[in-house]
């Protein structure tokens, strides 16, 4: 079992920026793709990105390409979202999923993939 903690959300204004992190427990954290998802209020959880074991490979939903990184580092056992050019329409929780499985997967985007996900952590875009 591995538990995920998100953190860094808050409040930006329209076309600010924003860095979310999620520190997950465990010595096995580098066996883990991981991914953020997003969940606007009255809407399903959206992929918005994954990240391979390793960093070397990435993915990223058609909406936030060129705006969001994903990065991490697993001496920290972290993964990061800097989000950039923020949108009020992007306001969410957003979570941290961790595919135990950790080999690419066609389907990265659905949330089945991951087996592990944190609290999430509230992103309010104001306009």
């Known amino acids: 079992q591995v538990q995920l903690v998100e953190s860094g959300g808050g409040l930006v204004q329209a076309g600010g920026s924003l860095r979310v992190s999620c520190l997950a427990s465990?010595?096995?954290?580098?066996?883990?793709?991981m991914g953020w998802f997003r969940q606007a209020p009255g809407k399903d959880r959206e992929f918005v990105a994954r990240?391979?074991?390793?960093?070397?490979?990435?993915y990223y939903a058609e909406s936030v390409k060129g705006r969001f990184t994903i990065s991490r580092d697993n001496a920290k056992n972290t993964v990061y979202m800097q989000r950039n050019s923020m949108k009020p329409e992007e306001t969410a929780v957003y979570y941290c999923?961790?595919?135990?499985?950790?080999?690419?997967?066609?389907?990265?985007?659905?949330?089945?993939?991951?087996?592990?996900w944190g609290q999430g952590t509230q992103v309010t875009v104001s306009s």
């Open positions: 465990g010595p096995l954290f580098s066996s883990y793709a």
């Open positions: 999923e961790a595919d135990a499985r950790g080999a690419f997967r066609r389907n990265y985007y659905a949330t089945q993939s991951y087996t592990y």
């Open positions: 990240i391979s074991r390793s960093g070397g490979s990435k």
